[in-house]
């Protein structure tokens, strides 16, 4: 089992930055790929980015591209994510989840922390 929390939500305005932490705990932290996905009120959830174990290979959605940065640091059992530059439509509670395969889909993600809501201001 792993447990992960995530934190660093809040209210921002557009074009604002915010910096959001999950920490695990439970199994080896680094055994794990891990993402980040959002899901918006009325909408399914959908993939922001995943990190591999190591944190060497990153993948983004189209829609974060640039504006978003994933990053992990096995030694805290941490992964980020960093968002700059946000816009209304990044408006979501988003998720961190953990896999021991490398994808985008979220059935696929074994572990889900309990979300941080980010809320952008126009």
């Known amino acids: 089992q792993v447990q992960l929390v995530e934190s660093g939500g809040g209210l921002v305005q557009t074009g604002g930055s915010l910096r959001l932490s999950c920490v695990a705990s439970?199994?080896?932290?680094?055994?794990?790929?891990m993402g980040w996905f959002r899901q918006a009120p009325g909408k399914e959830r959908e993939f922001v980015a995943r990190?591999?174990?190591?944190?060497?290979?990153?993948y983004y959605a189209d829609s974060v591209k640039g504006r978003f940065t994933i990053s992990r640091d096995n030694a805290k059992n941490t992964v980020y994510l960093q968002i700059n530059s946000l816009k209304p439509e990044d408006t979501a509670v988003y998720y961190c989840?953990?896999?021991?395969?490398?994808?985008?889909?979220?059935?696929?993600?074994?572990?889900w922390g309990q979300g941080t809501q980010v809320t952008v201001s126009s």
């Open positions: 439970g199994r080896t932290f680094s055994s794990y790929a």
């Open positions: 989840a953990a896999t021991e395969r490398w994808s985008t889909s979220p059935t696929t993600y074994d572990y």
């Open positions: 990190i591999s174990r190591g944190g060497v290979s990153v």
